[in-house]
Each structure stands twice: as C-alpha cells, then as structure tokens.
C-alpha cells in the first residue's frame, strides 16, 4: 500500500481528565490527492477522526481483496469502484435501512444493489460522456455515427483531428454495443458474449481503429494520455472529447464546455463499503454518511464537477456537473460479474494492438475470445 496519510485526530488534547479522544475510523480509499486533500478538510470541519490509507486505483481491487481476506487490518470503511462490488460483495455488510433510504438519484442507487440487496453507499456517479466545444454543433444524435460526422464536419488544417478518444477497452465499449454486441463473458458457455456473433466485435473494433490518422490523432506513449488530452483541448485542437466527469475538474474554461451523451455509453461510480472484518462498523457507516451527505456532495461537486448521488445535492451542484448527469442518464452498467473488471486485461492490449497496425481486428477478437473462454473456466 503506498500513499499513507496521517491520521487526522481533531479532537482537543486536555490534561485535565477529560474523556479521552475516540479512536481515529480506519478509512482505505482510491481518491486523487486533490480529492484527498479536499476530503482531509471536509472532515476535519466535521472533527471526525480519521485515520485514511490510499491504495492506487490500478491496484485497488486486489489490494482490497487481499487486505479482505487476510482479516487482521481490515479498514471500518472503503471507498471502491462500482465494478469490484460483485467480486467483494461476500466480504461486506450491508448498509442501514436509514442510509439505504436516501434521495439518491436512481442511476447512483443501481450502483449500491446487488441482486435487489443493497451493499454500500454510492459516493459518486461517472461513465462516458462526450465533452465538446460549445463554439461547435451539437452532434445531431448521440449515436457514434453522428459524432464521428460532427467531427469531421469541424476538421481544419488546424484541427485535423477534432475528435479525442483512448486506446482503452472501456472507451470501446459504445461501439461494441451499437453493433449488437456487450462487455461481458457468458459463464455458462464460458464464452465471451461481447463478440455477440464475432463478427459483430470485429466490425466494432475495426470502425474504432479507423477513426485513429483520421479525426482521432494516433495515440501517445502509454501512461502519457491524460496530459495529451488537455494539452489539447487547451490549445483548440480538439471540438469534441469523450472522456468522463473525472476530467471536468481539470478544465478552467467552463464557460466554453458543452455536454453531451454518447450513445450505448458505460456508466459507473464509486461506493463506500464496510467489510465484515472492519472492527466498528457503526463508525465505517457513520463516516459513509458524512461523506455522502449533501453538504459535502455539492463542496466536492464545486471543486471537482463531480456528479452527486443524492437528488437534494445535484440539484445545487454546477451546471456541468447537472449536465454529465443527465448525459449519463441514458448510459448502462457494465454487466455486473466478478470476471468483468479482469476483461481489460486481454482487450485493451489486442485494441492498442489493432490501432499501432500491429494485429487485425479478426486476429485481435479471437485473442480476446480465447482470454476470456480461460478466464471464464477459471472463475466460480
């Protein structure tokens, strides 16, 4: 685990026989160390003792797991991505009725609920949207279709690639549904059911890869995108951008921002969860609680454009925050499986593969359906 933060113990030192200061709530999370910067505030007004770990996101789910299953140092409350909840559910506890009774939005609540049981307090609403210049024309349906049309309408010699996107499995994943097919692996016949037929996935593959040397520029180096992608939005490159509400905090020109949906677009979040091994649960939900709470919602919607997940809070949330959400209100759920947060695993190399040239899409399907048949076998 790596990022510690020191504890956060607000309550006043006194020597004169008071009651002595509760012990700090053991928190593990996945923020940003901005959003952790603003939490450790946000608390810290609350005089909430917090003792809060940082695991990084890429390695979150298995830290999680292992720090689960291990049983001895278990954190009273974590924060984790939407699509880890079926694989961790045997190793929570499910919230209180009263937090669970919440105005959340219903795209948040879906989020918290397993087979109709609630598992953990939905913190924050993303998927993919698309970003554009509001000097620029709507796309005239959500459809990829039209997008890709919107952004080849707007290409210039100084926007000769007027549509962002990444070399990433979930940014796929629009196309692979609008040719009939899904992210997801069909356990009974241990078969991967996004290659619908496998023509359907390599149709959607190969019209992904075609946009890149066309109105999507050829990627950078791995690990660089994130600073690519501002790079140039900032400098005007760039008319229409599919990314997520995570990146909205990041621009400083709001007035210039437009959004709007993609359609077939993937939606998830984050959840704050309390396992059973957590030593006082009671306080795991208590902090769940502040940190779902309206207040705070909108303090981290302010900074951040995230979207809220209670009703009373993204109604005084930023007008882009208001917008993402009601571009995500059409988007869907990755399936939720145990085995849908490992897919990335086979699909975003043989992707990154068919864009560099380096494979067809036929011969990069056929990996992935061979990875995931594997992987489909290996699971319960």
Same mark, same amino acid.
């Given at each position: 685990?790596?990022?510690?933060?020191?504890?956060?113990?607000?309550?006043?030192?006194?020597?004169? +026989?008071?009651?002595?200061?509760?012990?700090?709530?053991?928190?593990?999370?996945t923020?940003s160390?901005?959003?952790?910067?603003?939490?450790?505030?946000?608390?810290?007004?609350? +005089?909430i003792?917090?003792?809060?770990?940082?695991?990084?996101?890429?390695r979150?789910?298995q830290?999680?797991?292992?720090?689960? &299953?291990?049983?001895? &140092?278990?954190?009273?409350?974590?924060?984790?991505?939407?699509?880890?909840?079926?694989?961790?559910?045997?190793?929570?506890?499910?919230?209180?009725?009263e937090?669970?009774?919440?105005d959340?939005?219903?795209?948040?609540?879906?989020?918290?609920?397993?087979?109709?049981?609630?598992w953990?307090?939905?913190?924050t609403?993303?998927?993919?949207? !698309?970003?554009?210049?509001?000097a620029?024309?709507?796309?005239?349906?959500?459809?990829?279709?039209?997008?890709?049309?919107?952004?080849?309408?707007?290409?210039?010699? +100084?926007?000769? $690639?007027? *549509?962002?996107?990444? !070399?990433?499995? $979930?940014?796929?994943?629009?196309?692979?549904?609008a040719?009939?097919?899904?992210?997801?692996?069909?356990?009974?016949?241990?078969?991967p059911?996004?290659?619908?037929?496998?023509d359907?996935?390599?149709?959607?593959?190969?019209?992904?890869?075609?946009?890149?040397?066309d109105? !999507?520029?050829?990627?950078?180096?791995?690990g660089?995108?994130?600073?690519?992608?501002?790079?140039?939005?900032?400098?005007?490159?760039?008319? $229409?951008?599919?990314?997520?509400?995570?990146q909205?905090?990041?621009?400083?020109?709001?007035?210039?921002?437009?959004?709007?949906?993609?359609a077939?677009?993937?939606? +998830?979040?984050?959840?704050l969860?309390?396992?059973?091994c957590?030593?006082?649960?009671a306080?795991g939900?208590?902090?769940?609680?502040?940190?779902?709470?309206?207040?705070v919602?909108?303090?981290?919607?302010?900074?951040?454009r995230?979207?809220?997940t209670?009703?009373?809070?993204?109604?005084?949330?930023?007008?882009?925050?208001?917008?993402?959400?009601?571009? *995500?209100?059409?988007?869907?759920?990755?399936p939720?499986?145990?085995? &849908?947060?490992?897919?990335f695993?086979d699909?975003?190399?043989?992707l990154?593969?068919?864009?560099?040239?380096?494979a &067809?899409?036929?011969?990069?399907?056929?990996?992935?359906?061979?990875?995931?048949?594997?992987?489909?076998?290996?699971q319960?």
């Amino acid at each position: 685990m790596t990022g510690r933060i020191a504890p956060i113990v607000l309550a006043a030192v006194c020597a004169c +026989g008071s009651d002595p200061a509760p012990a700090p709530i053991r928190f593990l999370h996945t923020f940003s160390p901005d959003e952790t910067e603003l939490f450790n505030a946000a608390i810290a007004e609350r +005089g909430i003792p917090v003792d809060s770990s940082l695991v990084p996101f890429a390695r979150g789910q298995q830290v999680i797991s292992e720090i689960l &299953t291990a049983g001895t &140092t278990c954190p009273d409350l974590i924060r984790i991505d939407a699509t880890w909840l079926p694989g961790l559910r045997s190793q929570l506890v499910a919230p209180p009725p009263e937090l669970a009774a919440l105005d959340w939005t219903p795209e948040a609540a879906a989020l918290a609920q397993l087979d109709g049981a609630w598992w953990g307090v939905p913190q924050t609403l993303d998927g993919l949207i !698309v970003i554009r210049d509001s000097a620029t024309p709507a796309p005239a349906s959500p459809s990829i279709d039209d997008l890709v049309a919107a952004a080849r309408a707007t290409k210039s010699e +100084g926007r000769r $690639y007027p *549509l962002a996107t990444r !070399v990433d499995g $979930y940014w796929l994943v629009p196309w692979l549904r609008a040719e009939g097919a899904d992210f997801a692996v069909d356990r009974v016949a241990a078969l991967p059911a996004s290659v619908g037929t496998i023509d359907n996935a390599t149709r959607a593959l190969e019209r992904y890869a075609q946009m890149f040397g066309d109105v !999507v520029a050829p990627p950078p180096a791995a690990g660089s995108e994130a600073p690519d992608e501002l790079r140039r939005w900032a400098s005007h490159e760039v008319a $229409y951008w599919i990314t997520g509400p995570w990146q909205l905090g990041a621009l400083r020109d709001p007035e210039r921002i437009a959004v709007t949906p993609i359609a077939h677009a993937p939606r +998830g979040g984050q959840l704050l969860v309390v396992p059973r091994c957590a030593k006082r649960p009671a306080d795991g939900w208590r902090l769940a609680a502040e940190l779902a709470s309206v207040p705070v919602e909108v303090t981290f919607a302010n900074a951040f454009r995230t979207i809220p997940t209670r009703v009373a809070a993204l109604e005084r949330a930023p007008a882009l925050s208001r917008a993402a959400a009601d571009a *995500l209100r059409s988007a869907e759920m990755l399936p939720r499986m145990i085995t &849908t947060p490992l897919l990335f695993d086979d699909l975003n190399p043989a992707l990154a593969a068919v864009v560099a040239g380096d494979a &067809t899409p036929k011969e990069a399907i056929d990996g992935v359906r061979r990875g995931w048949a594997r992987l489909a076998k290996k699971q319960p």
